[in-house]
Each structure stands twice: as structure tokens, then as C-alpha cells.
């Protein structure tokens, strides 16, 4: 140690102290009044920024109310050239022009995915746009081969033509009189070589011509291919796309015994031809329309023209043309809320479906199905509450077991509304309890009273499923023991909850897991809470009231039109006996009247 200080001394002199490590400061917030971040200030400005920079937020200019510093302003604030080329919706003739336009639109340069590739093809000079996630490769270079015939033909008639004759002036029949091509001709000439590109060069099914760039831009965004040429103002658009997209498989939600396994996927094409290839009726009419602003996220509406109700059709048409948001990320449930607003209720009134036989079940029945792009879900409108509660592995058995396995499913959906309040009815009012239900009630009480062991257990219960969703396939089978053994087990045995309790609450949940809808199941399980905490409180006024309150709410509630408890509110014989009754396939002669069909027949009227 010492040979070292000593070292240190002859080569560097007296030995220096080590600076201390201070990690560089952070840029501070400018916050306002009111809580809302106005923008930032430097670690080494001084403080007089902050309050210019909250006298800017609160100025009339308003440069500052988006929350950004100079620099930033200075990036986004557009000239009076850059604010032009944004705005101008005619396609620029001039490259040089037109690459500064998707400069200003979409980000070229910016962006790394948009490409615009310059090619010479026919001694036409073409730029190529798109995006690189969508295109399609072997499409495009089939495309670009293609091409490169028209540059082989160009070099063959430039070898054929002497230099003089490539501006032959023509003869006016008039006047016979030599004169070269006037401006229309050459106009004509150029249409007709996009008219050649569109017709003969490029070997594709979608291709389509548009002088807007907008239009093309949005093609593009969409997946597509445009093809803009050097002084023309047209460009050609080739529907040549291809999404990242998973194969079709059985849905999780709705899973059946015997069926077809094919299921919705996030690409709303492949799930249109899954119904198509279901219904090849030409009458199966499906319009697309975009919504959002910024996603103009893919809607497309699916009916049969001559069954289902057209007032149906027009009303979700207009309402989903009202729809003015920024954009639908979540796809088919801020859809759903958008069109139906039904506020703080928790019941569906949309059915979802991620099973093509179903839907395409729905549309014979004259419902309208809504697709929404990005979104496996497909939404079938309008719906009852006894829609939900139908599984289609009903229809894949015989009549008398699907009717068998219908009122199961109907006992186990009323076990999870009902069974908890009137346990705990029987058991905090012994002399409710009918004749031979006297054993009903815990042998010995838990040290948590009867209330809180349920809401607990509830909200045990919730926290598992939650939990399951999020834990990998491999942990799920050691979250299901710990659940068991120590959440169940141990908590029984420490004294904190009856075996009773368990039970019960078991046999709810399994009545709420067996409930076809997942929507449905979880306000079923919200009603539950709210009786049972009814009935804990005000006895057998609070079950029957509570009990009262959700069946009007349920009978008030209309999807599209349509009572929520139809076929039973109002009462049809013939329908509710469809409802009770899985009936045979060639019984069911005529269509229900719910969707008001206009072509009810099913089958021949004998």
C-alpha cells in the first residue's frame, strides 16, 4: 500500500481527492392549478420559466395548453409549405412534391415501416407505397415481374425508332398541315399508360385507380399497395395485403362435444368467408364501414336481405355511422357501448359469439351480426336474456338430451342467483326453514360471522379466477392446490369458515362457470351480492323486494326494441315453448316472430 502511494506521488504529483458521483438531476413538471402537466423545465433553467410557462397555459395564444416545450413546438408548428402539402388532398405529379406530402401525412423518413421504393419500368418512372408489416411478398413480386416485361417492350420499340421519329409531329386532316401534339393528346397518351399499367401490366384481382391521396394513403394503412407514377396524378391502388393473424381453432368460451373446431380469429376477412362458407345464400348481404378517426377501424354489418327486419338493419346502420371517436383499440365492446349506451346496467343486451355456426344459426333466425376487425368476438343483435343462456351443444345432441342438458344449465344459472340469499335466509331465521330442511345451517359457528365468511369467500373466489387468467398454463395446476389446500382446507380447520358455507358457495360458483355467457355469468354473480347483503340486512323483505327490483329491471330492459325477457314478458306460447323445450329440427317449421322476419318460413308449409 504504502510502494503504491508512493508511486502515485512521483507520477501524478500530490495525490488527487475522488470526486463524489452525483447522478444528474431530473427536468422538473410544470404543474397548474388545477393538477394538469403543462409542460417541463430543465434542470438548469431557472425558476421565472415555470411561471412564464403557466402564464403561457392560461394565455389566450394557448401554445402551451397541450403540455409541450419549445423545442417540441418549434418541431410541430408547420410552415405555411408543410401545412399545404398536408392539407392538399390532389395527388402531386412531382416525386420530389409528392414524397414531402407523405413526409408531412404519414411519416416517410420517419417512420421505418413506410417505404417508397423508386423503380423504372417501361421508362415510366414508379414509385412504390406501403407499408412493410402488410405487404404481401409473393404477390408484389409477381407484380414487379410483370412489370419488368414493360421495360423489355420499351427497350425493343427504342431500338426499332429512329432517334428522329420519337416526336414525329402528326398531320391535321384539316388543314394538312404538320403540327406537333397538342396538350390533350399528350394528356390521352399518359391516361392511356395508367390504363395500361391498370389493365395489362399489373396481374391482379383488386386493383383500382384514384387521383386523392387520401384514398391511397388509407389503402395503404389498410394493407394494401400503391403504385403513383412521375407526372401523372392518378395512382393505382392493388389490394395485396397480409396480416399477422393466428389459425382458426375452437373457442375457449364455447367449446362442444361434437362440432365443427373452427373459430373467429382477428382478421376480419377470414371470419367473413367462415360465415360465408356457412351461408352461400346471394342474398347474405355484408357492408363494411370504418370508424375512429385515427384506427378507422374495419365494421362490417352481416344480414340476410329477404329475412331480416331492414328498419333493424337502417337503426344499427345510423347509429354506428353517429359514432364520432378518435378510435375503437378494444374493438367490439367500445363498439357495443357506443351504440347501445345503456349506462350502470350490468346484463348484456349484445350477444357475442366466437363460433361461425352460431352466428351463422343467428342470421337464419334474421339477426344482424356486427364484425369488427382486430376482434375474434362477432356481435348478434337484438338478444334476450334467454339467448345467453343457450349452448350449441344443445342442438348437437338428441331433442330429449338437449332439452336434459338445457334445464341443467337453467338449474345451475338459478343456484347462482339464488341459493346463497336463501341459505342464508333458512339459517339467520330458523323458523322459515320448511319441513325436512332442519339440518340446514352450520353445526358450529365459524369466528367470522356468517355475512363476512361470504363476501370473503366471494371475493376469494373472484381473486382466483382473476389470477388464473394471468398465471401461465404450467403454474395453473399449483395455484389450483394452493387454493385448495391452503385457501380451503386450512381456512376451514383454523375455525374462520364453515364447511357449509363452502359447500354452497361452491355449488354458486359452479352454477355461474356453467352459464354459457360470460357477460351474463358475471352480473348474475353481481346480483347475488346485492341479495344476499339484501337479505342480511332487511330478512325476507329484502330477498323478496331485491328479487322484485332485479326482475323489473330485467323485464324495463330492451335491446334494439326487443323485451329482454321475451318470450315470457310478453308471454308467446309457441316461442317460450322453444325456450323451455329443445324441439326437433324439422319441427321448427317457421321462424319466431322476435326479429319480425320477413320470409318466416322455414321450411314448406304441409
Known amino acids: 500500500m504504502n510502494k503504491q502511494t508512493k508511486r502515485a506521488k512521483l507520477i501524478g504529483g500530490k495525490p488527487k481527492k475522488l470526486r463524489s458521483f452525483k447522478p444528474p438531476e431530473e427536468d422538473k413538471l410544470i404543474v397548474d392549478e388545477e393538477g394538469n402537466i403543462i409542460g417541463s423545465l430543465k434542470a438548469d433553467e431557472p425558476e421565472e420559466a415555470s411561471a412564464e410557462g403557466r402564464r403561457e397555459h392560461h394565455s389566450p395564444s394557448g401554445d402551451s395548453a397541450t403540455g409541450m416545450s419549445r423545442k417540441m413546438r418549434q418541431e410541430t408548428q408547420l410552415t405555411a409549405e408543410e401545412r399545404e402539402l398536408k392539407e392538399s388532398p390532389e395527388i402531386s405529379a412531382d416525386f420530389d412534391r409528392l414524397k414531402r406530402q407523405l413526409e408531412e401525412r404519414v411519416g416517410l423518413n420517419k417512420s421505418f415501416d413506410v417505404i417508397f421504393r423508386e423503380m423504372v419500368f417501361g421508362g415510366q418512372k414508379t414509385g412504390i407505397f406501403y407499408f412493410n408489416g402488410f405487404v404481401k411478398d409473393l404477390v408484389l413480386t409477381e407484380i414487379l415481374e410483370r412489370l419488368s416485361y414493360a421495360d423489355q417492350v420499351h427497350r425493343e420499340a427504342e431500338h426499332r425508332k429512329p432517334a428522329e421519329e420519337h416526336r ?114 346471394p342474398r347474405l348481404k355484408l357492408e363494411i364501414t370504418q370508424v375512429g378517426k385515427r384506427t378507422q377501424t374495419d365494421i362490417c354489418i352481416g344480414y340476410i336481405q329477404d329475412i331480416c327486419d331492414m328498419k333493424l338493419v337502417e337503426s344499427i346502420r345510423d347509429k354506428i355511422k353517429q359514432v364520432e371517436v378518435d378510435g375503437l383499440p378494444l374493438a367490439e365492446k367500445q363498439l357495443e357501448e357506443a351504440i347501445i349506451g345503456k349506462g350502470w346496467n350490468p346484463y348484456p343486451s349484445v350477444r357475442y359469439s366466437e363460433r361461425p355456426d352460431v352466428v351463422a344459426a343467428h342470421l337464419m333466425e334474421g339477426h344482424v351480426i356486427v364484425f369488427v376487425d382486430t376482434s375474434p368476438s362477432v356481435m348478434i343483435l337484438p338478444t334476450t336474456f334467454f339467448h345467453h343462456v343457450q349452448h350449441a351443444e344443445e342442438y348437437r345432441q338428441t331433442p330429449i338430451v338437449g332439452t336434459y342438458l338445457r334445464w341443467v344449465r337453467f338449474i345451475g344459472i338459478a343456484a347462482s342467483i339464488f341459493l346463497l340469499p336463501l341459505w342464508f335466509l333458512f339459517v339467520t331465521s330458523p323458523e322459515l326453514k320448511p319441513a325436512g330442511l332442519d339440518f340446514l345451517g352450520p353445526q358450529k359457528p365459524g369466528r367470522i360471522p356468517l355475512l363476512g365468511q361470504f363476501l370473503i369467500a366471494e371475493l376469494g373466489i373472484d381473486l382466483m379466477r382473476m389470477a388464473a387468467v394471468h398465471t401461465p398454463s404450467p403454474l395453473a395446476i399449483a395455484m389450483g392446490l394452493v387454493a385448495a389446500i391452503l385457501v380451503g382446507d386450512v381456512a376451514v380447520k383454523a375455525g374462520l369458515f364453515t364447511n357449509e358455507i363452502i359447500l354452497y358457495l361452491s355449488v354458486a360458483s359452479v352454477g355461474t362457470f356453467a352459464t354459457p355467457s360470460y357477460e351474463l355469468s358475471l352480473a348474475n354473480r353481481l346480483s347475488r351480492l346485492v341479495l344476499l347483503v339484501a337479505t342480511a340486512i332487511f330478512k325476507v323483505p329484502g330477498l323478496v323486494v331485491g328479487s322484485t327490483l332485479l326482475l323489473l329491471m330485467l323485464a324495463l330492459q330492451r335491446s334494439y326494441n326487443t323485451p329482454y325477457l321475451w318470450p315470457f314478458i310478453p308471454f308467446n306460447m309457441k316461442a317460450a315453448l322453444h325456450i323451455l323445450v329443445r324441439p326437433p329440427f324439422l319441427s321448427m317449421k317457421t321462424r319466431l316472430s322476435l326479429t319480425r322476419p320477413t320470409d318466416r318460413t322455414r321450411q314448406p308449409q304441409r
Do not use: C
Not at 390521352?188 to 399489373?202: H, K
Not at 385507380?209 to 395512382?235: L, P
Open 168 to 281: 414525329r409531329p402528326y398531320r391535321n386532316w384539316r388543314t394538312d398541315r404538320a403540327e406537333e401534339p397538342s396538350e390533350r393528346q399528350e394528356e390521352s397518351g399518359r391516361r392511356n399508360m395508367i390504363g395500361l399499367f391498370e389493365e395489362a401490366l399489373i396481374p391482379h384481382m383488386q386493383v383500382k385507380r384514384t387521383s386523392k391521396i387520401k384514398e391511397a394513403i388509407d389503402n395503404v394503412a389498410m394493407g394494401g399497395t400503391a403504385f403513383f407514377f412521375e407526372g401523372q396524378r392518378e395512382a393505382v391502388l392493388v389490394d395485396a395485403k397480409s396480416f399477422p393473424a393466428r389459425t382458426t381453432e375452437e373457442p375457449e368460451l364455447e367449446r362442444v362435444v361434437r362440432g365443427s373446431r373452427d373459430g373467429f380469429v382477428e382478421t376480419l376477412l377470414t371470419n367473413v368467408t367462415l360465415v360465408r362458407r356457412r351461408v352461400r345464400d
